[in-house]
């Protein structure tokens, strides 16, 4: 019976942790661009916690981050990873595959802005290979 209720709280803890490593996505706006049409822009928050990342994905537009807090990491297929701070920035263009994206610091969560410029409609986030 011991040995039942460690492997249901091993399980439950397991579960916890990898469901907190999922990114927090939310939207602030969707604005539409009347001078190109087709296009709008989306600006969205990623919250990392601690142990955070992202799934290799793409976003089939251009995308623009701005770190607000703690640190990340960022790489792009056939590109350097790099670490960036509170300030500094990173561009995706559409046709980039985003191979590394987690958070940096093993104790502190970490939130950045992505402002986006792409087809009317179309996801934020693509799966990728």
Known sequence: MKNKKLMVALL????GTLMAQDAKVTSLMT???AD?????????TVEYPVGGKDPIHR???????????????MQLKG?????LKPGETFYEGPDDVHIVGRNASSSKPAKFVVVLIKNKGA?????AK
């Open 36 to 44: 190109i049409p087709g296009k709008e822009v989306e600006m969205i």
């Open 79 to 83: 590109g350097k990873e790099v670490t």
């Open 12 to 15: 439950c803890l397991m579960t």
């Open 59 to 73: 976003h089939n537009a251009h995308a623009f981050v701005y770190v607000l807090e703690g640190s990340i990491v």
């Open 31 to 33: 604005k539409e661009l």
């Open 123 to 127: 996801p934020v986030f693509v799966p």
